[in-house]
């Protein structure tokens, strides 16, 4: 079985530009959180979904958005970009939400740089 | 607030020797702990977790971790390392809070193991 995908694996932006970052979950994994991890830090959760409503939210500004679509897929776009946004960019499936003792599968990120 | 500490940024061990990377949290409710390894320009993967039951968790890898309650610690142990356990290992702490369900990464120990 495939694992979490996401596409594009490096990116290379513009400040003030917008981005659109995909991911697609392990088949049967309803639920999608997207994390940002700085060069040298922790993941820092940004978004979880579970069947395409948002169940989580962590503490990022209105810029970063997500959505996710019936097939379970997400997006997470960026808008207005700053060069504090350069970053790795990790989606995580999980097959359910509610109870929260579940592990999370993470995809290899997007490299995000902006200039 | 919820947080996770990981008080050493790098250990360094000789192979064979066993292995210890602290870990410790704070959290209002019951905690849903988990440990993940990352290697280089790799997403994170899983290698334990606790929710209930037993305070000494097995995990991929041979690894292990110890949940007390008393001290909120969960240290990540291995009884023999391996130079190939060498990467960067994340704690982390799932928290159902006023924006649904949030996972706390603390910031990160690098492992060394020494030939």
């Known amino acids: 079985d495939a694992g979490v995908t996401q596409s594009p694996t490096h990116l290379i932006k513009t400040r003030g530009q917008q981005v659109t970052l995909r991911c697609s979950p392990i088949?049967?994994?309803?639920?999608v959180s997207w994390y940002q991890q700085v060069l040298g830090q922790g993941p820092q959760f940004i978004f979880q979904?579970?069947?395409?409503?948002?169940?989580g939210r962590g503490n990022f500004p209105d810029r970063f958005s997500a959505r996710q679509f019936p097939n379970y897929s997400s997006e997470l776009n960026v808008n207005a970009l700053l060069l504090g946004d350069s970053a790795l960019y990790l989606c995580?499936?999980?097959?359910?939400?509610?109870?929260?003792?579940?592990?999370?599968?993470f995809g290899q990120g997007t490299r995000l740089t902006v200039v | 607030a919820q947080s996770v500490a990981q008080p050493e940024d790098q250990v360094n061990v000789a192979e064979g020797n066993p292995l210890t990377v602290k870990c410790t949290y704070s959290?209002?409710?019951?905690?849903?702990l988990f440990w993940y390894v990352q290697y280089p320009n790799r997403g994170l993967q899983f290698l334990l977790k606790?929710?209930?039951?037993?305070?000494l968790v097995k995990g991929s890898y041979g690894f292990e971790a110890e949940f007390n309650k008393s001290q909120t610690s969960f240290h990540l142990k291995k009884p023999s390392a391996l130079v190939s356990d060498s990467a960067l290992y994340f704690c982390?702490?799932?928290?159902?809070?006023?924006?649904?369900?949030?996972?706390?990464f603390g910031a990160g120990t690098r492992l060394f193991v020494k030939a």
């Open positions: 606790y929710i209930t039951g037993d305070n």
């Open positions: 982390a702490v799932r928290d159902m809070g006023a924006g649904g369900f949030k996972t706390i």
């Open positions: 088949s049967g994994h309803k639920s």
């Open positions: 995580a499936s999980s097959l359910v939400s509610g109870q929260g003792n579940t592990e999370a599968f």
């Open positions: 979904y579970y069947e395409k409503e948002e169940r």
């Open positions: 959290v209002s409710g019951n905690p849903y």
